[in-house]
């Protein structure tokens, strides 16, 4: 029995972490802009196979077998964003604030969102993280001023020269406005889902910003975060999201606990049945559409 545990045990591991490793890649692939390319292509190359083998074409064959040797620069190339969201996340490059100073940063943000909301103006806000986000971004003006709430509605103002766009803010400062943010290009979206819900969910894809949106139709206040939209939420589940994801904790003490958390962290990433949204396959939250075209 021991001599046969032997000789199962390095397959049995092998299969473990093959298996989590295609499971996290498609999880984290998924809702990306390159998987509809990415499923078009091995399509074709099953089919391109299956003929080969078929009708036996020699030289079919062998080029399909060449290819393989550059398939994983193609998958560099079409991946490019998720792969650098991915490692900078796992790099974690960024300077990391103190608890108050981030919790003040979120303040800022909900008590801006509260007021334009009040008012119905229009407002798109991306928070910064690990990826510089004027590598994903177009246009944009300088602005390096500190954020509080009033030049947030100063800048978002419908009278404004730079009201149009979204604003950028790195830590406690507000980088840049005026920003052209990159749209979505995910079919079967809600048609309710407008300019700047687009352009956040957009951002978010190709970054890990979290992108905070008003409507300017309804004043409802939406977020979006690696892919996914949450709609309609109050400013009290806007503080608490940023809460929980921007806020850093200390690390817990002892191997146990530290894998305890870390398990409990993953198992909150995967989305649940219960996180989609039935129409748009995107929502973070079961939200009621605030049917804003903005």
């Avoid at 390159?34 to 078009?40: E, K, L, R, W, Y």
């Avoid at 030289?59 to 060449?66: E, F, I, K, P, S």
């Avoid at 944009?140 to 103002?157: N, R, S």
Wanted: proline share 4%; hydrophobic share 45%; with cysteine.
């Amino acid at each position: 029995m021991l001599k046969y545990l032997q000789e199962i045990w390095r397959p049995a591991v092998e299969i473990l972490i093959l298996s989590v490793g295609i499971y996290y890649s498609t999880l984290f692939f998924r809702r990306s802009r390159g998987a509809p390319v990415v499923t078009g292509f091995l399509l074709l190359l099953l089919a391109s196979t299956v003929v080969s083998t078929a009708l036996d074409l020699l030289v079919l064959r062998w080029l399909l077998g060449t290819f393989f040797a550059f398939f994983a620069v193609a998958v560099l190339v079409i991946f490019q964003p998720e792969l650098r969201r991915m490692l900078a996340e796992l790099g974690n490059l960024s300077f990391v604030p103190t608890t108050r100073e981030q919790r003040e940063n979120i303040e800022v943000i909900v008590q801006a969102c509260e007021r334009l909301s009040e008012v119905r103006i229009g407002a798109l806000i991306a928070l910064e993280q690990s990826i510089q986000l004027l590598e994903v971004v177009d246009s944009g003006i300088v602005v390096d001023c500190e954020a509080t709430p009033e030049m947030l509605e100063t800048i978002f103002f419908p009278n404004n020269a730079i009201h149009d766009g979204g604003v950028i803010i790195r830590g406690d400062r507000i980088a840049h406005a005026a920003c052209i943010f990159p749209l979505t290009q995910r079919q079967g979206l809600q048609k309710s889902l407008g300019t700047r819900h687009r352009a956040a969910i957009g951002l978010s894809e190709e970054s890990d910003a979290v992108v905070v949106v008003v409507s300017e139709e309804t004043g409802a206040i939406s977020y979006a975060h690696k892919g996914l939209i949450a709609r309609g939420v109050s400013s009290e589940e806007l503080r608490g999201f940023l809460t929980s994801l921007l806020v850093k904790r200390p690390r817990p003490n002892g191997l146990i606990e530290w894998l305890k958390t870390m398990w409990t962290q993953v198992r909150g990433a995967s989305p649940s049945k219960s996180d989609q949204s039935p129409d748009s396959g995107v929502s973070l939250a079961d939200k009621p559409s605030d049917g804003s075209p903005s």
